[in-house]
């Protein structure tokens, strides 16, 4: 099994212990449930964009990039 299984098998385990968290503080499980399916589709639109892995390269706007003229 590939290492991204092994991490995906994660998951399930983690929402329900998020799901049970919210619950135990007073949040209705359905409601909870819910928001997380709608956050979820939300980012799921808005990671589409942005690959796997993508490392930001840093900026060159601090005072050592500058070449001296």
Known sequence: MSD????LK???PSLHALIDELVAKGAERSAVIY???KESAQLRDTM???P???I??????????????
């Open 35 to 37: 928001m997380i399916e």
């Open 48 to 50: 589409k964009e942005i």
């Open 10 to 12: 994660e998951v399930k």
């Open 52 to 54: 796997d892995h993508q």
């Open 56 to 69: 930001a390269e840093p900026s060159n706007d601090w005072p050592s990039a500058i070449k001296a003229q």
């Open 4 to 7: 991204n299984q092994n991490i």
